[in-house]
Nanobody, 124 residues
Framework: QVQLVESGGGLVQAGGSLRLSCAASGRTSGSYAMGWFRQAPWKEREFVAAISGSGVTTAYADSVKGRFTISRDNTKNAVYLQMTNLKPEDTAVYHC?????????????????WGQGTQVTVSS
């Protein structure tokens, strides 16, 4: 069983930055692809970024490409999402997810474990 706990969310002004962290318990190191998804009020959960088990391959939603960076530290069982130049439309609850495969995954239903999420609010 894998448990995921996100942290690092908060309130920030437009143009600001935040770094989200996801701590994973259990044997995820290098064995699981990881991803970040977000869900805004009254909207479906959407893909933000993903990273392969080795950390070599990454993918991003078009809306965040060039502004967000996903990374992982397998020695710490942690995944990060560095967010820069934040916009009000980035406001959402951000969830970390783990998939029981090493290859990069971008679809919600490819992920097996989910964290409770951390709130990110960007004011204009």
């Amino acid at each position: 069983q894998v448990q995921l706990v996100e942290s690092g969310g908060g309130l920030v002004q437009a143009g600001g930055s935040l770094r989200l962290s996801c701590a994973a318990s259990g044997r995820t190191s290098g064995s699981y692809a990881m991803g970040w998804f977000r869900q805004a009020p009254w909207k479906e959960r959407e893909f933000v970024a993903a990273i392969s088990g080795s950390g070599v391959t990454t993918a991003y939603a078009d809306s965040v490409k060039g502004r967000f960076t996903i990374s992982r530290d397998n020695t710490k069982n942690a995944v990060y999402l560095q967010m820069t130049n934040l916009k009000p439309e980035d406001t959402a609850v951000y969830h970390c997810a783990a998939a029981r495969v090493r290859s990069l995954q971008v679809r919600t239903h490819d992920y097996n474990y989910w964290g409770q999420g951390t709130q990110v609010t960007v004011s204009s």
